[in-house]
């Protein structure tokens, strides 16, 4: 599992060890860190100059660190200060790194901008995770000075984007790989800042975060034989979970068999199936393990193609059925067209699986407001809304996207990045339900079973076809293999 944690958390862990930080013996960890990781990729791409670009504060300090052991190490090094004169241990690390043959220029210096447009791998230690959103004035001209095939690493996190996650900023930097020391902030983790960190390598200073809570939890592959509902030698089909799915329509016909078919080879116990007459003969023939109609189940699934309009013969009783199982105390995992069921809060556990649009629709209904909210505002800033709409439901809140986000109205955001593009195809959605539907049925809480569905989903795509076009149903196939493959791990 992969946990951030916020900067007050970290600061406050570093505050825990006055010996380390008084003595500078974790700045000397950080810089240790950062050189090693920059001498390999200067190695890698066959790179000779490197710059790091200053600002005022610790992180700063950390860069010039690591430019004096990569002067040490024999590569053509300078720094580009703001002001060395801004902390005693910023004066050290500027002596220390002239002393070993760096470069050390002031920001006003004629050759600054020269050396950053020389340089073939740029430090950037302008801000740290203490500091605001955006560039500081002075900084602005460094970073338009760095080369387009320059390649940039952050300390710590790209100076300009926020730190606790949120809108990827312009007038930022944009890593192509950040090193951070102890543990990743919500920046590393969280859409969109995260495509702005570039590759992320987590150096141990020996902060202690066992008590802490963590801002963002990604579960990794390790984890799933610890959260797999995987059935004992007593179980029989009913204690394994029964889902109930309402699903699919005239219209949308293979929703069903998608939702249904990710149900059964995730391992789900039993499948009560309730449709209209196509998409029930639809899944008579590809599912002949689901059984038919209402009966005592574990969890719902209502939604997936489900159109709340329909006339068609069977829709009042399908949606009656879907209405019903909204209004029970199971825990429903609602999709799709059960979207427009929800209008308020639901006080049994709940998984609603939004896409943007999806949600940008729901929350301007719910907050009766005359202004209507826009998919582009909520993949902006996809955190924030997901957050508002788990607000207004009292509901975790699976908002899919490249990256997927499972977030109550508070406590940690669980994200989870784990499928191919490929897999932004039809129905993909409907086999994410089938599949965290499963989970729900075999007793996992929502936020468990949506970021544990998004994990295997993204995994089982790999596996339908790795590197290439997958469709829905193949992932939907690939599901049983990929749980399989994982428990051995």
């Given at each position: 599992?992969?946990t951030?944690?916020?900067?007050p958390t970290?600061?406050?862990?570093?505050a825990a060890l006055?010996?380390?930080?008084?003595?500078?013996?974790l700045m000397q960890?950080a810089?240790?860190?950062?050189?090693?990781?920059?001498?390999g990729?200067?190695?890698e791409r066959g790179?000779?100059t490197v710059?790091a670009?200053?600002?005022p504060?610790n992180?700063g300090a950390?860069?010039?660190y690591?430019?004096?052991r990569?002067?040490?190490r024999?590569?053509?090094?300078?720094a580009?200060c703001i002001?060395?004169t801004?902390s005693?241990?910023?004066t050290?690390?500027a002596?220390l790194?002239r002393?070993?043959?760096?470069?050390?220029l002031?920001?006003?210096?004629p050759?600054?901008l020269?050396a950053?447009?020389?340089a073939e791998?740029?430090l950037d230690?302008?801000?740290?995770?203490g500091?605001?959103p955006?560039l500081?004035p002075?900084?602005?001209?460094w970073?338009?000075?760095?080369r387009?095939?320059?390649?940039?690493?952050?300390v710590?996190t790209?100076s300009?984007?926020?730190?606790?996650?949120?809108?990827?900023?312009?007038d930022?930097v944009?890593a192509?790989?950040?090193?951070?020391?102890?543990?990743?902030k919500?920046?590393h983790?969280?859409p969109p800042t995260?495509a702005a960190c570039?590759?992320?390598?987590v150096i141990?200073?020996?902060l202690?975060?066992?008590?802490a809570t963590?801002?963002?939890v990604?579960?990794?592959?390790?984890?799933?034989?610890?959260l797999w509902?995987?059935p004992?030698?007593?179980?029989?089909k009913y204690?394994r979970?029964?889902?109930g799915v309402?699903?699919?329509?005239e219209?949308y016909?293979g929703?069903?068999?998608l939702?249904?078919t990710a149900?059964?080879?995730?391992?789900?116990?039993m499948?009560?199936?309730v449709?209209t007459?196509?998409?029930?003969?639809?899944v008579r023939?590809?599912?002949p393990e689901a059984v038919?109609?209402e009966?005592r189940v574990q969890?719902?699934?209502v939604?997936?193609?489900l159109?709340?309009t329909?006339?068609a013969?069977?829709a009042?009783?399908?949606l009656?059925?879907?209405?019903?199982a909204?209004?029970?105390d199971?825990?429903?995992l609602?999709d799709?067209?059960g979207?427009?069921?929800?209008?308020?809060?639901?006080?049994?556990?709940?998984?609603l699986?939004?896409h943007a649009?999806?949600c940008?629709?729901?929350?301007?209904r719910l907050r009766e407001?005359?202004?209507?909210?826009?998919?582009e505002?909520v993949?902006?800033?996809?955190?924030?809304?997901?957050r508002?709409?788990?607000?207004?439901?009292?509901?975790t809140?699976l908002?899919k996207g490249?990256?997927?986000?499972?977030?109550?109205a508070?406590?940690?955001?669980?994200v989870?990045?784990d499928?191919p593009?490929w897999?932004?195809t039809a129905?993909?959605?409907?086999?994410?339900?089938g599949?965290?539907g499963?989970l729900l049925?075999?007793?996992?809480e929502?936020?468990?079973?949506?970021?544990l569905?998004?994990?295997?989903h993204?995994r089982?795509?790999h596996?339908?076809n790795p590197?290439?076009?997958?469709?829905?149903l193949?992932?939907a196939?690939?599901?049983?293999?990929t749980?399989a493959?994982?428990?051995?791990?």
């Amino acid at each position: 599992m992969i946990t951030g944690y916020s900067a007050p958390t970290i600061r406050a862990a570093e505050a825990a060890l006055p010996e380390l930080l008084e003595s500078g013996e974790l700045m000397q960890r950080a810089a240790r860190g950062i050189a090693r990781v920059t001498a390999g990729r200067m190695r890698e791409r066959g790179a000779r100059t490197v710059t790091a670009l200053v600002g005022p504060g610790n992180n700063g300090a950390d860069a010039l660190y690591a430019i004096a052991r990569l002067a040490k190490r024999g590569f053509e090094t300078s720094a580009v200060c703001i002001d060395t004169t801004a902390s005693q241990v910023q004066t050290e690390a500027a002596e220390l790194a002239r002393h070993r043959g760096a470069t050390v220029l002031a920001a006003d210096s004629p050759e600054a901008l020269t050396a950053i447009s020389r340089a073939e791998v740029v430090l950037d230690g302008i801000t740290g995770i203490g500091g605001r959103p955006g560039l500081p004035p002075f900084a602005r001209p460094w970073v338009d000075a760095i080369r387009d095939r320059a390649w940039v690493i952050s300390v710590d996190t790209p100076s300009g984007q926020p730190v606790e996650g949120g809108d990827a900023l312009a007038d930022a930097v944009f890593a192509d790989e950040t090193v951070t020391f102890g543990a990743p902030k919500p920046a590393h983790l969280l859409p969109p800042t995260e495509a702005a960190c570039g590759v992320l390598t987590v150096i141990d200073i020996g902060l202690d975060l066992t008590e802490a809570t963590p801002a963002v939890v990604r579960i990794t592959p390790d984890d799933v034989p610890l959260l797999w509902p995987v059935p004992g030698p007593d179980d029989d089909k009913y204690s394994r979970g029964v889902l109930g799915v309402v699903a699919g329509g005239e219209q949308y016909t293979g929703a069903a068999v998608l939702t249904t078919t990710a149900a059964v080879t995730a391992g789900v116990g039993m499948v009560r199936y309730v449709g209209t007459e196509t998409p029930t003969a639809l899944v008579r023939a590809a599912v002949p393990e689901a059984v038919h109609g209402e009966g005592r189940v574990q969890a719902w699934v209502v939604g997936p193609g489900l159109d709340t309009t329909s006339t068609a013969p069977g829709a009042d009783a399908q949606l009656a059925a879907a209405r019903a199982a909204l209004d029970s105390d199971l825990p429903v995992l609602v999709d799709a067209g059960g979207l427009d069921l929800v209008t308020g809060r639901r006080d049994a556990p709940t998984l609603l699986t939004p896409h943007a649009g999806e949600c940008a629709r729901m929350i301007t209904r719910l907050r009766e407001r005359s202004t209507e909210l826009t998919r582009e505002e909520v993949e902006g800033s996809p955190l924030e809304h997901a957050r508002m709409l788990a607000g207004l439901t009292g509901a975790t809140v699976l908002l899919k996207g490249g990256t997927t986000l499972v977030v109550d109205a508070d406590g940690p955001v669980h994200v989870q990045n784990d499928a191919p593009a490929w897999l932004a195809t039809a129905g993909s959605g409907d086999v994410l339900a089938g599949l965290a539907g499963a989970l729900l049925a075999g007793g996992l809480e929502p936020a468990e079973a949506g970021s544990l569905a998004a994990l295997v989903h993204g995994r089982a795509a790999h596996d339908a076809n790795p590197g290439g076009p997958v469709r829905a149903l193949a992932v939907a196939h690939a599901v049983g293999p990929t749980v399989a493959a994982l428990l051995r791990s």
